[in-house]
């Protein structure tokens, strides 16, 4: 194993009973946290440009955890919502 290889592993492991088996093998890890999203679409190269090298810093309250499966198809990612967990709040 290398690099992500272990945790990915793990994320598998944990959230298989959550995902419908497809019959194919598995496809390569692809993890990622989403924070925001833009909207419809996505900024243009030029903004895309502008914002790129600029520091962001942020807080903001999290409340609960939600894993939601994306599925690529021509006309854009279809999201489904596959589990969700609360949160300890402070």
Known sequence: MSGLDELASAVRWATGPLVAGTGTPEPPFVGHLTIARAGPGRPGAATRSALAGIPCTSTFPVD?????????TP?????TA???????VD
């Open 75 to 79: 006309d854009g990612a279809r999201y």
């Open 64 to 72: 609960a955890l939600h894993l939601v499966g994306s599925r690529p």
């Open 82 to 88: 596959l589990g969700s967990a609360p949160l300890p």
